[in-house]
């Protein structure tokens, strides 16, 4: 598509976060006459050179007047931004509409930023210049002048929401549980802003899917667009009597070269292989960067073991379904779980009950997350008042040859401003464990 020129344009920027002064600062450049609106806007625009207001009373008639609107993402959909006659965008479909550079995108409930991350190694391995933007960290809109061949877009349902025409040349969607229903008006529009990735898509596009997934199955897909499936079934991209990862029936890479082959591991890795494969890379080359991917940080990450007992920190999980993905990979574990519960049923992690030999719940939600576990026999549940009660709690229970993971199934902003801090929280006191039982 053509560049879109926004030199003179009356914009409004709700939000001022990381992404909002990445848009502020684009815009500016591009010449609009940018004016900035935040809830809280105090603390964000210190040293800006735009006009950052309050939202208030005269926010109705400034959008109004606006070319455009650009919300940013962590502005939730029942926001008045959204009921008003103008229509936002996203920051995601801003720098669609302001470069030529292809894109990829990626979403899902889980695993859309190891996917994301894989799929930016493979291409470059290959030869091309990629950049991972989006819900992973970097503003696409901050590099759409830069000269790259692709833009790997982790996209969110934040993100997608407020798309109009952004059309990736590949979109892949990894999963789908319920997730982020203090954000979205409901289940239905958290999964229809992640549909949403495959709407504009055309001739010469592929959609990449998890045909284990119902719900990510049940999006239609344009007619002219090729669909590729992946995951463990009869499908394009599969794992092959349980030795390979297979293309088409063609193995590019055994089981036992992965460094990381629990199920869900195996689901990213098959996503990220289909996505490349689809641009044109030989799966040899996708095949040497799953043989050297341990993981990012904080997702069912290996801190150390010590007395025979591992310790993983998997504190991005945030959602019952990705503990339950996790945790179906162990035999033997002591799980601490619980933290902020963002109005999601915890009741599903019951599931993995088999898989515990213990249950430590932690913050705002440790009653509710233990009462999932009440009754079952043989599994010990305690509460913790602390993640150093917790980790301590935790290590009583466990034997040797059982893992402890810090899994929590919740967000953490009652203890602690983000997972990342969490999960340093737990790497650490598990750390400070070391001189007591020894390490491996």
Known sequence: MSKVSYAGAKAIVVGYG?????????????????????????????????????????????????????????????HQVYSFDVEPISELELA???????????????????????????????????????????PAISVVEKELDFLVVEASSFQLATTKRFRPRVAAWTNFTPDHLDWHAGIDDYWSSKAKIFSNQSVGDSAVLNGNDPAVMAATIP?????????????????????????????????????RRLPHDLENALASSAIVDRLGVDLNIAAEVLSNFRGLPHRVELVTTIGGISYFNDSKATTPASVVAALSGFESAVLIAGGKNKGLDLSPLRAI???????????????????????????????????????????????????????????????????????EDFRNIVLSMTGEGGVQ
């Open 18 to 78: 990381l992404t909002g002064k990445a848009v502020s600062s684009f815009l500016k450049n591009q010449g609009s006459q940018v004016v900035v609106f935040d809830d809280d806007p105090t603390s964000s625009h210190a040293g800006s050179d735009v006009e950052v207001r309050k939202v208030g009373d005269d926010f109705r008639r400034v959008l109004s007047e606006a070319d455009l609107v650009v919300v940013s993402p962590g502005v939730p959909r029942l």
């Open 96 to 138: 669609y509409r302001s470069c030529d550079i292809p894109m990829v995108a990626v979403t899902g409930t889980n695993g859309k930023t190891t996917v994301t991350t894989q799929v930016t190694q493979m291409l470059s391995l290959a030869g091309y210049r990629a950049a991972a933007v989006g819900n992973i960290g970097t």
């Open 223 to 259: 007619e002219a667009v090729e669909t590729i499936r992946f995951g463990d079934g009869n499908y394009e991209f599969k794992i092959l009597n349980n030795q390979h990862l297979a293309s088409h029936d063609m193995p590019f890479i055994a089981l036992s070269e992965l460094p």
């Open 353 to 423: 009950a088999s898989h515990l030999r213990g249950l430590v719940s932690i913050g705002d939600s440790r009653e509710e997350v233990a009462l999932v576990f009440s009754g079952i026999e043989g599994l010990t549940v305690l509460t913790a008042d602390s993640m150093k009660e917790a980790v301590f709690a935790a290590r009583s229970l466990a034997r040797a040859g059982d893992a402890v993971i810090l899994s929590p199934g919740c967000t953490s902003f009652d203890w602690y401003g983000s997972y990342g801090e969490r999960g």
